[in-house]
């Protein structure tokens, strides 16, 4: 069974510094990673997409990397601002041959904080 | 930008009785999924439907639940004899294609029983 770890689960950071969350999982037999933000009581935003046979994805100030054989991602962002302040989802999609037909399975997210 | 979209944004009801959350899907899409996320807990799966039938399903998803894509563009949950912990954030998500694709997500139902 999938399992899916994110790290750290807070992080408090001065605006304007890089920072980096982790994204663990325990079966490598996936079709993608999607990052997620999600602010608090709202839905979930897709940041990026990063397909197994890519390393890395980018936009704008994000940057996704994706190492499948040993089950981690990351999400790099650069210069971080108050308005970056959400919590992040990662998940993962199953390649399970024809018998997934999908679904995702999530961390349970870094809540991000920048402050001024 | 093509977008899910969902109905109500806030429910709230009585235990026991019957919910119907709404979702449309993005038009040209042919997989769809409900999640939910209790308070303070992961997002989890709880269904997906392809092709008019249920094609997978977890442990969540008991008697209490069904699903139906009524005509050419909605697709429901409906959660009979609601209980207390069914009180959650609830997400529809659709995706084009099975696999290697992207899957989007509506904003959500947050799901009050009391």
């Not at chain 1, 790290?7 to 605006?15: C, D, G, K, Q, W």
């Not at chain 1, 089950?71 to 790099?76: A, F, M, N, Q, V």
């Not at chain 2, 699903?67 to 009180?87: M, W």
Request: net charge negative.
């Amino acid at each position: 069974k999938q399992e899916v770890t994110q790290i750290p689960a807070a992080l408090s950071v001065p605006e304007g510094e890089n920072l980096v969350l982790n994204c663990s999982f325990t079966d490598s037999a996936i079709y993608n990673l999607q990052w997620f933000r999600q602010d608090p009581g709202k839905g979930l935003t897709s940041l990026l997409l990063i397909q197994s046979s890519q390393r890395e994805q980018t936009s704008g100030r994000l940057n996704a990397s994706l190492d499948k054989s040993s089950g981690r991602s990351t999400l790099y962002i650069a210069a971080s601002q108050p308005g970056d302040s959400a919590t992040y989802l990662c998940a993962v999609r199953q390649n399970a041959g024809g018998t997934s037909y999908g679904k995702l399975t999530f961390g349970q997210g870094t809540i991000l904080t920048v402050h001024p | 930008e093509p977008e899910v979209t969902q109905t109500p944004s806030h429910q709230v009801t009585q235990m026991g009785q019957e919910v119907i959350l709404r979702c449309v899907p993005i038009s040209n899409h042919l997989y769809f999924y409900w999640y939910r996320q209790i308070l303070g807990q992961k997002v989890e799966f709880l269904v997906s439907f392809y092709n008019n039938e249920i094609s997978e399903k977890s442990e969540i998803f008991d008697d209490q639940f069904s699903v139906e894509r009524p005509d050419g563009s909605n697709f429901t949950l409906k959660i009979r004899s609601t209980k207390l912990e069914d009180s959650a954030m609830y997400f529809c998500a659709s995706s084009e294609r099975e696999g290697n694709t992207e899957a989007f997500f509506g904003q959500g139902t947050r799901l009050t029983v009391v």
